[in-house]
Structure formats: C-alpha cells, structure tokens
C-alpha cells in the first residue's frame, strides 16, 4: 500500500499516462548498470528467463523477508530495479507483442500487459514462499495461459 500511494505522488496528475511510463522506462534503463555494479556478476543479467533463479538469489540476500524487501526504504532502489529486471525477463521472452504498460486509475505502478499478477514488485516479495524457482513458475504460467488463449 506504501508503494502504491508513493508511486501516485510520483507520477503526479500534471503528466500523461505515456509520459510517466516513458520516463520511468528511461530511468530504469539508465540506472540498470549501476544496478548490476550493486547487484552482482554482470553476466547472470542477460533478459534470460534462466537469469531469474540469479533474480531470485540476490532478492534473497538483499532482505530476509518479503516485508523488508517491500517496506524498507533502504531497498526501494533495488526493488525498482529489480522490477523492471523481471518485468524486461517477461517482455523480452514472449513472442507476442508483450510491453509495458501504465494506467494510473488502473495501477499505480507500469506493469507487463498480460502477467497474471501485475505488480512486479508484489510477485518479487513470494520469492520467499518456497525454496527456489518461483520466478520461474511465475513465467511457466504466464506462458502456458497465453497459450491458452491463442488456442481458443
């Protein structure tokens, strides 16, 4: 709820829905260096869907629970990054023409059209629910339901 209400005053009524997407694209690409320089070996950072158990390692050494990593503000830098790591994973990986999207009276942060849960950040946070490989179930599932809609 913090980052929600956070993520609103961010984006401020003065900007379009595009605006605020382009700029918050922009800055993450900027910054995802100096994320990687922070984060570990650059080599584990290449969009790949196996770099997620690399996500889902570092997530757990960053904080020790799904609150801290939430919450904390000393983490909302490498939450951000690390959103946007998973969301590129999504986008990158899909054939279809999967991208970013942001509709403030909808959700208050940009999200990838079509996951089953649109909030990066929160699908992040259940890294914590099991031992390994949910980053990678979540991106099976998203798989297998739009396969399941084309097949229709």
Do not use: C, M
């Not at 980052?3 to 993450?28: F, H, I, N, P, T």
């Not at 939430?70 to 939450?79: H, I, S, Y």
């Not at 590129?88 to 996951?115: I, K, M, N």
Request: overall charge neutral; proline content about 4%.
């Amino acid at each position: 709820q913090k980052r929600r209400e956070q993520a609103k005053r961010r984006a401020g009524r003065r900007k379009s829905d595009e605006e605020v997407l382009a700029r918050w694209l922009a800055k993450r690409e900027e910054v995802f260096p100096r994320w990687v320089q922070r984060s570990g070996a650059p080599t584990h950072w290449d969009f790949s869907v196996e770099s997620l158990d690399a996500l889902e390692a570092l997530i757990r050494q960053v904080a020790a629970g799904p609150e801290e990593l939430l919450e904390d503000k000393a983490n909302a830098d490498f939450l951000d990054g690390a959103a946007w790591y998973f969301g590129e994973v999504l986008r990158r990986s899909d054939t279809d023409d999967t991208r970013w999207e942001y509709q403030r009276d909808y959700h208050p942060e940009p999200y990838v059209a079509g996951s089953p849960t649109t909030e990066a950040a929160e699908r992040l946070a259940t890294v914590y629910t099991r031992d390994g490989g949910i980053l990678r179930r979540h991106y099976e599932l998203r798989r297998r339901l739009k396969e399941e809609r084309g097949a229709r």
